[in-house]
């Protein structure tokens, strides 16, 4: 294992993507293919009384047209079988935009027309859809809590109590989600842009009752994903067109519809209490949040606390929270996922208690440094939290900021704000099992699980082998994201390079020692090609496989059954999480308030940085998505119709260039002892975490206004 | 998405004989940035497309004389870099640079920009019956009045319609007192490019004052030296590639630090360009204070109706047109 730091090296498909050669699951044309468009429900709540066909039929081009009648019984549900998959095509309505129909068809062009003439009738139902509704059902969540927060708030010298508000968001990839089905000598192989193909295998194989080894899964090149593309009900759907239809079906759903059929970030509402003693240690922290959930959905309430309570030193915490079940789709992961607003709350809240406390926010979060678990006792594996926020605030000149709200103008009478704020994110880990073969023709295949998103693990990957074995770098495969070629995790939450780059390494080094075997002694010139030509050997193959912290066999198991198989990040004997630091400018417009950022630092711990150009790629990422998720992006309800109202890319407003100010990254790159060989931690989620509360905490140092509700907007300066 | 036939006329007179002949459902097309846009959306369903982009130099920009003359064909971004607009005209520059993004304004052209179709929420995502209205099924109701109308008008609405009129270009083009060239069946006419829009009134279906078949040859701006003193304010939820919230074209003469005259039209805040006669008739005459400048601002949204989310518009409104006069005002004549 080479100690050093890695070298930078260009992103692998940085090529291929910026000449358009990269092909993601929707470019994939196949002869004979038909395409398939949904016919989405107009109703929130309700039953399907009719479905008429005929005109679809009639359209010139439509094959055929799929309804609920087409499709098996849902699996029996088991409570500890596998998660149950999507339901396919249903007379039942859940929410609006459900899927009822879909039409395939010889063009695009004629799938969408036998689509827009299908007009089923319903007999609709009354509907909640948002937290207010009359009708929302409130179920109280499991509490997280140790110590004595009562008594410990009684003593606190000064304590701060506010209600923080995140909206309904949605992931929006430029890549839309695309599955491409082809049903051949009884296998079924998928081409999805997916970050999880073990489980749509699964899922697809439990929808359709089929054997799951006669289902393959090719996760293609993937145009941005953030949790939202892991199993989809469209999935099953185009499959069992291919199946019936005997050719191959391509469905790309239009945006509109995924932002009704798709997870997304769920709205919640955070009521936070912290109380501090007179030294400015955090003494007990209480934390009440609520979500907008599915009737279903299992996205926790109890991991909104997960994260936070490790961000500091904090003795007593109660957790509390609950779900609100409504009409709608499951929400999901997105980046972020839940300390994304846990922390805006939180860190916002930590921001006012330093106000009132009349300390600095850095200053404040120092002071409350921890090296044990607070949850459990067991030591941090490796925190550079005060690392981050020491840098963070050189680097950003935080030693010259003036406290005072309001205190520092433009000369075109803007008002300035310095804000800060933390991120912490879990740095779990996920079994891996990997092939490494090497031939003697100049060619090497990496074959593992992962999934390439754009985060820049293929990068990675190939950063390892190239430091640890002297190959042909421009014969180098990486394998990932097929069910055909090595099991399949689901490459989300920060685990999936932390995972698979100690498998990587463990790969080299075993491939090493297979060498040195081989060779036994004789001095063979060449790189390892041309050793093996020079002996004759065709090629070398080794496996190997990895373990989260604490994992046995079972473990790899799960993992080759495509079941889920992380090692969730309190590992036995200590726990391991990632770090950030961010410091944001703002700049408000003296009369139309209009809200600017010309710079941010952000300052990372996620361990040993194996790939630097494309982990500062994921912070840069992360940072604008903050801003985003601070500024700009909500999703719109009205609560008499069910449903999304902003489903396009001009009304559901992300960030442009222009909003774009100078972003300055830096990455602590100190290795973790105890997660994993190679001393890795996950950076894609924490990257994000807390930006939202800076920015927050920026607007209020500027204005002297603080808001607690995102996204910030002029209406709430005016 | 349904069937419809497409054609590519070669004169003006052509496409206005091929849309007479081609009876109903004809619609022109030029760039297409809005009608394509919207009949995916099933919201214009045509049945005859008359392409009108294929039109020999029907896309000049003639800067002599005593007027700017754009031939319709002209795409906004030509317009909008053209040395004598950029120059003389920044209100007509500004107002095409600020909309869109670069790949639309190469596309879209000045004269079917001015009919440009609302983007109401309810209007461009409900078609299928899931949100009522009255622009897109008379009769059916308005989904935004009582709804999440953020977006929509707080002048010249009506009972049936908030929709926002959408464009930057038409303000900019009511300010200056441009006119359009018009061509139809029974031949041209001219007309201010206020009187193309209506307001929504019963009939908010209804949105230009064009008979069926005619269609939009020029654009006509008459010179004047307030252009080199003027400026299109947007104020929108991002800083690029987004309609606007509030904006503000504004033209002024000056006498040293004295309003002669103001020309102020209003987006973002009105059912069609909105020219604001009240608060020009506040700056009249009058030493240009930022205290005046917001008074101006405010007389503009004296008649404002805000609906439930959509009340800050007034306010912002206002000082929208304050810094649009003070960005014009610090502009020097030469």
Known sequence: MSVGPFSDRARVDALAKVRGEARSAADLTLPRLLYAMTVPSAIAKGTMTALPVEAALRVPGVVRVLTPDDFPAPPPFTEDGPPPPPPTLETTIAYRGQPLALVIAETLEAAIEGAETIRPTFASEPFACVMESAGAQRQPAEDVAFGDVPTALSFAASTVEAIYDSPTQHHNPLELIATVAVWEDGQLLIHESTQASSLVKGAVAGALRIDPARVHVRGATIGGSFGQKAVQRQTALVARAAILSGRPVKLVQPRGQIFHTATYRTRTRHRIQIGADAAGKIVAVQHHVEQEQSPGGYFAVSEYHRDVIRMYGVQNYLGTGADIRLDRQDPGYMRGTHPQPACFAFESALDELAYKSGRDPVELRLANDTRVDPQNGQPLSSRFLNECLREGARRFGWSRRSPEPGSITAPDGSQIGWGMACGIYQSAT??????????????????????????????????????????????????????????????????GTNSVVPAAMQAAERMRSAFAELLGGRQVSGNLHRKLAAIRRPFLQIEVSTLGPGQDQSALEALRQGGFAVAESVYPGFSTFSYSAHFVEVRIEPGTRRIRVPRVVSIADCGRVVSPRTAESQVYGGVIWGLSHALREATEIDPRYGGYLNVDLADYVVPVNADIGEIEIGLVDQPDPLANAVGVKGLGQVSMVGISAAVANAVFHATGKRVRELPIRVEHLL | MQPFSYIRPATPQEAVGAFAQAGEGARFIAGGTTLYDLMKLNIERPRHLIDVSAIEGFNRIETDGDRLRFEANAAMSAVATDPVVARDYPVLAESLWKAASQQLRNMATVGGNLLQRTRCMYFRNGAGGIYPCNKREPGSGCAAIGGLDRGQAVLGTSDTCTAVSPGDWPVALVAMDASIEVLGPNGTRSMPVADLYRLPDTTPHVEFTLDPGEMITAIVVPKTLAGRRSTYHKIRDRESYAFALTSAAVALEMNDDRVERARIALGGVATRPWRAPEAEEVLAGQRLTPELALAAGRAAFRDARPGRHNGFKVELGARTIADALRIAADRSRT
């Open chain 1, 430 to 495: 996920t079994p891996a099992i990997a092939t490494l073969r090497i031939d003697a023709r100049g060619r090497t295949r990496f074959a593992i699980s992962g999934h390439e998103m754009g985060q820049g693990m293929h990068t990675a990957i190939a950063a390892v082998l190239l430091e640890g074995l002297d190959i042909d770098p421009d014969g180098l495969e990486v394998a990932i994201g097929d069910t055909r070629v090595a099991p399949q995790h689901m490459t989300a939450g920060s685990w």
